[in-house]
């Protein structure tokens, strides 16, 4: 009935998923775009092109592994170049394991365990909110190989921000600062920290009060902070271990589903939410697109290797790899972990669960006490995630330093591995700071749907302007070395994904009020904007105002750290 059907959407996910991973694997000239425009090289220059990418490559070993190739020069990302930027730090140090790990143990965090009882809130059916765990795990893979494709041509820490400044070039530095705005204002790891508190207390049989929650999510924000500062080697270690912890946990949920489908458990009629399983589905576009953030939420962390990879050996073959690898181990237990929870309670149950969906499960299955074991466990998941989020938003954060950015106090501070010459503690306290302010301002019971809202919004921008980005360079630079290339249907799909995601949410929802009541329905998109536009008056202030107010004008000098890192230095010139 509906139940097998939900298992046939599964398989043909689970189809679609290898036939994905094929794909990358062994690309071959009938998967290539054939129109004119896009696809300009011949057979004979693409093996050219593979040639010049091969001598790139250094004959030596380093630490056991080749030496990355030199990104793409000509497209000049930054002002450093890849040697520059690559310098510094702990070296390379990161293998296909511990970045695999780095993109499950970010995926992984309180999302799945989390967020199903409100997407199915706004979505009003069990049905619906399987159909949208699907879709955000097509989009995912179109984004992960559109990144791949970016990764492979600029193998260098920053992410998105390296992406930009190869596109956008012009005005200078624009697109710099705006991402800037948006990773380090709406950079924080304030949710996941939320919900430790909440689940820890409950663990602790206490109560989850207004500051006794704050304060045990600030204890944790400051905690992960200095643990990636002072002891990174640690830091890394524990992070791996917690993936590795969660994985754990989700097949323990997923094996669990299993035994309560097979009706030796308590639950009375595990199929109970599977019969008429679309039924209440909502109607408004507003509803889909609230709901669909949240999904890429728990999706989120399929790039989390392109914002490290100077701390990564052989980082084009690492991130070919590890990137499918931790999608699809999360992709597999999302889906089965969610039809576990619609097996062991009804859909008017796990709405009303809120943020402790999965502790509603285990109780129903097993009792109060594993419910309470559970709380521990997913405790546990969210920590390892604000650990992994931490670690990637530091090196971020030291990367839009390295660029030049004013900051208070100088961007050299900023860009530093202070005070251990391997690890970037200032970067971290620039993360550190809005966390806290987000942590400390709005009630948790509205802040968490909210910061999902929030977050999820400004990104869709950023991948709108990266895949317009890929079709531009497709065009303007045929010959670029492109060591993975994304088939393009996946990236327009990605694309008409992110115009919806970016025009539904101002629609108006079935119920009036959206998810995040008293707050207005479209309150998170004007943030998000608003954030974005910070940045602009920032780069408007500092490249053109002030200048011209002042009469000086910026130049730039590269400078070396005592740790060995690169940085850009603006010089204030008096004009005659």
């Known amino acids: 009935m509906i139940f097998a059907s939900c298992g046939h959407i599964l398989a043909l996910s689970s189809s679609a998923l290898l036939s994905s991973i094929n794909v990358f694997i062994a690309p071959t000239p009938s998967r290539r775009m054939s129109t004119t425009w896009w696809s300009r090289l011949s057979k004979q220059q693409q093996d050219d092109q593979d040639d010049r990418a091969s001598e790139l490559q250094f004959g030596e070993k380093d630490q056991g592994t080749q030496k990355p190739h030199k990104d793409n020069a000509d497209l000049g990302p930054g002002e450093l170049t890849f040697e520059e930027d690559t310098a510094g730090g702990m070296g390379r140090y990161l293998g296909v394991t511990s970045c695999t790990l780095l993109i499950v143990g970010k995926i992984i965090g309180s999302g799945i365990f989390s967020t199903p009882s409100s997407i199915l809130s706004s979505v009003g059916s069990v049905g619906a909110s399987l159909m949208l765990w699907v879709l955000g795990f097509l989009l995912s893979f179109c984004g992960l190989f559109i990144w791949l494709e970016f990764g492979t041509m600029f193998p260098r820490s920053g992410g998105e921000k390296v992406y930009l400044e190869a596109v956008y070039k012009k005005p200078k530095y624009l697109a710099t600062i705006i991402f800037a705005a948006n990773a380090i204002l709406l950079g924080f ?4 920290c939320i919900v430790f508190a909440s689940n820890i207390l409950v663990a602790a049989g206490q109560s989850a009060g207004r500051w006794n929650e704050r304060g045990v999510a600030l204890g944790v924000m400051f905690f992960v902070t200095f643990l990636h500062g002072i002891a990174p080697k640690t830091g890394v270690l524990i992070m791996n271990l917690l993936s590795i912890f969660k994985i754990v946990i989700l097949v323990f949920v997923v094996v669990t589903g299993w035994v309560v489908l097979s ?45 490290v990879m100077n701390d990564v050996r052989n980082p084009v073959r690492t991130l070919k790899i590890a990137g499918p690898l931790g999608l699809g181990i999360c992709t597999v237990l999302y889906s089965l972990a969610n039809v576990a929870y619609f097996s062991a309670a009804t859909k008017t149950e796990i709405i009303e669960s809120g943020v402790t969906v999965a502790s509603l499960f285990f109780g129903n299955v097993f009792g109060s006490v594993a419910e309470r074991a559970l709380s521990v466990f997913i405790a546990l998941s969210a920590l ?38 391997k690890s970037p503690l200032p970067g971290l306290i620039i993360h550190l700071i809005p966390s806290i302010i987000v942590i400390i301002g709005p009630p948790p019971n509205i802040a968490y749907p909210f910061i999902l809202d929030v977050e999820g919004y400004p990104q869709q921008i950023i991948n709108f302007f990266i895949v317009i980005g890929l079709f531009y360079l497709r065009w303007k630079k045929p010959d670029a070395i492109r060591p993975f290339k994304v088939w393009w249907p996946l990236a327009v799909f990605f694309l008409a994904a992110a115009c919806f995601l970016l025009i539904a949410p101002f629609l108006k929802p079935a119920n009036g009020v959206g998810d995040t009541p008293p707050l207005p329905y479209y309150l998170y998109c004007l943030v998000g ?16 105002m002030l200048p011209k107010v002042f009469g000086y004008e910026l130049v730039p000098r590269k400078e070396i750290l005592d740790d060995g890192t690169f940085v850009t230095v603006y010089l204030y010139r008096k004009m005659q």
């Open 189 to 192: 790891t304030a949710s996941n």
């Open 384 to 421: 390892g995630n604000v650990i992994t989020v931490t670690f990637v938003a530091a090196r971020v954060n030291q990367e839009l330093a390295k660029e030049g950015i004013p900051l208070p106090f100088g961007n050299k501070f900023w860009a530093s591995n202070w005070p251990t010459g």
């Open 263 to 307: 009706g030796k458990t308590r639950v009375v009629d595990p199929y109970y939410n599977f019969r008429n399983a679309f039924a209440g589905s909502s109607t408004s576009s507003n509803d889909y697109a609230t709901a669909t953030f949240k999904v890429l939420y728990a999706y989120t962390g399929w790039s989390n290797v392109n914002y």
């Open 529 to 544: 904007i608003a954030v974005m536009f910070v940045g602009v008056l920032y780069w408007f202030a500092w490249r053109i």
